[in-house]
């Protein structure tokens, strides 16, 4: 084996651990994430966060809310907590979401969330790329509903 050739075969020896270790990691469902329970009564009262009320009518019929991430400066990633709060009288299945654009993401299970019980979900706005006031969309897709609960993502870019 030639030297040249022997290095790159080293090389590729050397990498093929991390890029396995970064693929693996890559392909873990979001939905497999441990889930963060909490009873309502005990949810943040200090403004930290947004909490999304899960009701019966809006699991029927869908609805909107607004999640507000103020002024961020080009480049920057924030994360938001959000707490899905299930004020039903059965459990509730966040099972899926779409969004309007690669920008944001949410991290959740798909793990029921008993009545009276709330989930943190992680909220991230990536403001690479973006400029002055944005407004993207979050549809939140609940197994029992045929209607989102979309939420309406603000926030300024300087």
């Known amino acids: ?90 459990p509730v299945v966040l099972s899926d979401y779409r969004r309007s654009c690669g920008c944001t993401m949410l991290e959740f299970t798909a793990q029921p969330i008993a009545p009276n019980r709330a989930r943190r979900l992680p909220l991230t706005f990536d403001s690479r790329g973006e400029w002055g006031w944005q407004l993207k969309t979050v549809d939140l897709l609940f197994g029992e509903s045929k209607h989102p609960l979309r939420l309406f993502i603000e926030a300024e870019v300087e």
């Open 1 to 90: 084996m030639t030297p040249m050739l022997r290095c790159a075969t080293l090389r590729i020896a050397a990498t093929l651990p991390i890029v396995l270790l970064l693929t693996a990691s890559a392909c873990i469902s979001h939905t497999t994430q441990r889930a963060e329970d909490r009873p309502i009564a005990e949810l943040p009262k200090n403004g930290k966060g947004l909490i999304i009320h899960v009701t019966d009518e809006m699991i029927e019929s869908g609805g909107s809310d607004t999640v507000r991430f103020g002024r961020l400066h080009s480049g920057e990633i924030a994360v938001l907590s959000l707490w899905l709060a299930n004020e039903t009288e059965h």
